[in-house]
């Protein structure tokens, strides 16, 4: 392995095997997830196979479902590829034709002869927290070529847009953090986690972290930033360290002034990564492909992570697009608050694609921090839910992912994930009956 990266012998070995078929192989079909991780993930395997010159062709998927099957099987490819995805299906991925390989960090069903699965979870280490597939990608890449390494930032936004970093980057991802900022393609520093031109946008357009009584309200952010003597134009890195300061602690005051736990305040001031390159930071990255991939423009995001500035434009309009629906959902959330049950919180969304990241802004920043959040969205005869808790409430017991599974499964439906978020689906009319039972379950699992 190239540059600092120290593995465990037989996760090298698995790579070093992957990366020869791939460059004794013929064309190679790629299969990566839509989301943030999978998106880089696929990015960083383009990139790679361009500079070997090795043919592929690339798709991205919202799943490994029938359709994206029977496509492949169809297309008789000698080899597939799958990133962030595979690992929880392998006996569909046995019935493919030729080389299949999964570079998945999902909790594998089973190892396969077939299956070339390049998991952390069969080297001891954490896929949850420390190797998402856009570390898996990173790695293979570099065992190909050394010159990989430029495509880190990449990867680090991938690590990002699957929350990885919360607490700091840890195992696998700090190595290539640590080699990506010696090689000088990232560099780190310690600031507000904030975005935007200037300090107003910055405090008054930010959903994630929701300042109450700020987010979406231009007057206010004005009036907050005046009274602190800051000009409401200021860029954000051209606050003077007095300044910064305050406005950390003003801030910070606030959100604890409006519940949120201690480790979301902590967030509030992180280690920001900037890719010189692409002039902006990893996290924007990661916030810019995640707003790609949740409106169907995933190849728009491909296309940002291989350096179109067009399409960083592009994606730019696309996540002030999503960035306005979502402050509107949580201004009205803020207002209305959510129907309470004795040990569960929910409101209902109207736009399914959403509901996810709503719920997760509205448990972590505006509701009860004492109930895991329910979203439920209508969609024909069915209803979609998304869950999200706290860690401190999974510290207590909960399980989101049980809980939704049998509340879900008692009325004819399916559930599970996560135990901190997960996510069901039910028919319309078990709704009442699905919510009480799920109320009770969460009531036991935390007693
Ligand atoms: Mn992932």
Known sequence: MSGSVTLPGEFS?????????IQSNGQLRVVTHYDADGIAAGAIIASALTRAGRPFHLTMAKGFDDDLTDRLSKEGNEMVLFLDMGSGQIDRLEKLEGVVIALDHHKPARKSRKVLQVNPHFFEIDGMTETCASTLSMLLSITIDARNWDLSPIALAGMIGDRQHMGGMKGLNLQILDESADQGYVTVQKSLNLKGPNMHKAISESVDPYFVGLSGRGDNATAFLESMKINPETALGSLDEFYRRKLTSMLSLRLMGQGCRPETVEELVTDVLWIPSMELSAADLADLLNACGRQDHESLGLALCLGDREALAEAGDLRSEY???LMERLLSIETDGAQQKDHIQYFDADEPSMAGAICGLAMQYILDQSKPTLALSTVGDRIKVSSRGTKYLVSKGLDLAAALKKAAGGVGGVGGGHA?????????????????????IVGVQMD
């Open 13 to 21: 070995e698995a790579l070093g095997h992957v990366a020869k078929a």
């Open 323 to 325: 960035n306005r629906k």
């Open 420 to 440: 901190v978020a997960s996510g069901a689906t039910i028919k319309v009319d078990a709704r009442d009956k699905f919510l009480e039972s799920c109320d009770s």
